[in-house]
């Protein structure tokens, strides 16, 4: 997991609160991936972007929930309008040309 | 969808070589068979992955089979430090300059005993 920095580690917001969180890729890296884990659930994938462009949407929810990963500086991922079912681990993940898949130490959002 | 099938739970011995099966039946010519796993809290983390040659590094072996419809990931002397769900996951390869998103399944939590 050397590499993927996410931040913050721990975040905590009440309902209907703005959530932001960060995700720098390892160094060369320019895809990255974002996945979302429910409590006691499995990962699941929310969307994947390169730089200044965003790939495959697919399991991102329709409203609330936005990414970027701009030309300079880190992915983030935003969530408007927090919700009690927002709290989650939220993993970011990188890859190269190497194609392999790299993931971070995870954000947990804790919506009160 | 995981077009993969492992063990919902497995246990080894501390010290002893972990073997975890997965069937992938349905794996097209251009997709790699990859292996991740989580432990409790932490993100997931990359293992190994083949195409169809065995593979090996410093963590695991890797052992797919000819007709590539099952593989088995190998923990020579697993430690108690080895207990987490190992993910068994099926990718396409780089194409067209985008990479592939990694679908997970529900994986198989080996515990390593004492």
């Known amino acids: 997991n050397a590499g993927v920095m996410q931040n913050p580690r721990h975040l905590v917001r009440r309902r209907g609160q703005e959530a932001r969180l960060r995700c720098s890729p390892m160094k060369g890296h320019s895809h990255v991936y974002w996945y979302r884990q429910l409590p006691e659930e499995g990962l699941k994938f929310m969307v994947y972007?390169?730089?200044?462009?965003?790939?495959?949407e697919s399991g991102m929810p329709k409203e609330r929930f936005s990414a970027e990963f701009p030309k300079e500086g880190p992915s983030i991922l935003r969530i408007q309008q927090v919700v009690r079912g927002d709290s989650a681990a939220y993993f970011c993940a990188s890859s190269g040309q190497q194609n392999t898949i790299y993931f971070g130490e995870g954000s947990w959002l804790t919506v009160v | 969808d995981a077009k993969t099938t492992q063990p919902t739970s497995m246990d080894c011995a501390e010290g002893r070589a972990a073997n975890l099966p997965c069937n992938h039946s349905t794996i097209s010519g251009n997709e790699y068979v990859y292996w991740y796993r989580q432990i409790h809290s932490q993100g997931p983390q990359y293992i190994i992955h083949?195409?169809?040659n065995n593979e090996t590094n410093e963590m695991a072996s890797l052992i797919i089979t000819e007709d590539r419809k099952s593989s088995t990931l190998i923990l020579p002397h697993a430690t108690l430090r080895d207990t987490a769900v190992y993910y068994c996951?099926?990718?396409?390869?780089?194409?067209?300059?985008?990479?592939?998103?990694?679908?997970f399944g529900k994986g198989t939590l080996l515990t390593v005993n004492p």
């Open positions: 996951i099926v990718r396409v390869a780089n194409s067209g300059g985008s990479n592939y998103k990694l679908t």
């Open positions: 972007l390169q730089k200044e462009n965003i790939i495959d």
């Open positions: 083949g195409l169809k």
